[in-house]
């Protein structure tokens, strides 16, 4: 699975838009991106996943850039709730295990 | 639909006693994963299950531990002789049959060794 690259860290004002960068220039054609998040020591959330084109959901939208060595995860109106470690994987489609990195731990401040 | 459940939620053990993990997936997945969280460090993956069968076991270390998932019943993820290297929080998730990727975690069972 290729490796990835985030910021160790980010704040955002309550209510502002979240972008969370993601690097992975090592991304093969057949690797999905996925986006986690860990709320203080509860089990990881699931948020989002795609392959080249821009995905949205309830919770986010997944941005990725057109040669897909970048992504970006979009949280709309940031709340003090979504205060986390988010995590960015990539790896192949189904069955495969996840390989956490450090993640970004980002804080949602009033 | 209820979500992935661990049972314990915490569990005290001492040094040389035995561990035993339970996970029940969430209705209608057969597939099971197991990660570990050390103190301050991040999440690593231990093992895959399907029904009966292990799929991938890189990440489990070599002797003590052990994982099952059987036809009936909760996967199992078994810690014998405990040492206090082992104190960690213990997290099971679950997949969908083929054709859906995401993986749905349990809230995690935190084993403190005395």
């Known amino acids: 699975d290729a490796k990835t690259t985030q910021p160790p860290s980010m704040d955002c004002a309550e209510g502002r838009a979240a972008n969370l960068p993601c690097n992975h220039s090592?991304?093969?054609?057949?690797?999905?991106v996925y986006w986690y998040r860990q709320i203080h020591s509860q089990g990881p959330q699931y948020i989002i996943h795609?392959?080249?084109n821009n995905e949205t959901n309830e919770m986010a939208s997944l941005i990725i850039t057109e040669d897909r060595k970048s992504s970006t995860l979009i949280l709309p109106h940031a709340t003090l709730r979504d205060t986390a470690v988010y995590y960015c994987?990539?790896?192949?489609?189904?069955?495969?295990?996840?390989?956490f990195g450090a993640g970004t731990i980002l804080r949602v401040k009033s | 639909n209820a979500g992935v459940m661990q049972n314990p939620r915490h569990l005290v053990r001492r040094r040389g006693q035995e561990a035993r993990l339970r996970c029940s997936p969430m209705?209608?997945?057969?597939?099971v994963y197991w990660y570990r969280q050390l103190p301050e460090e991040g999440l690593k993956f231990m093992v895959y299950?399907?029904?009966?069968?292990?799929?991938?076991e890189s990440g489990m270390p070599k002797e003590r531990f052990s994982a099952e998932f059987p036809k009936e019943g909760p996967s199992i993820l078994r810690i014998q002789q405990v040492v206090r290297g082992d104190s960690a929080a213990y997290f099971c998730?679950?997949?969908?049959?083929?054709?859906?990727?995401?993986?749905?975690f349990g809230p995690g069972t935190r084993l403190t060794v005395l």
């Open positions: 998730a679950s997949s969908p049959p083929e054709g859906r990727y995401e993986q749905f």
């Open positions: 090592t991304i093969s054609g057949n690797e999905y």
């Open positions: 795609g392959l080249k």
């Open positions: 994987i990539v790896r192949v489609g189904y069955g495969n295990k996840l390989v």
């Open positions: 209705k209608g997945h057969s597939h």
């Open positions: 299950l399907q029904k009966e069968n292990i799929i991938d």
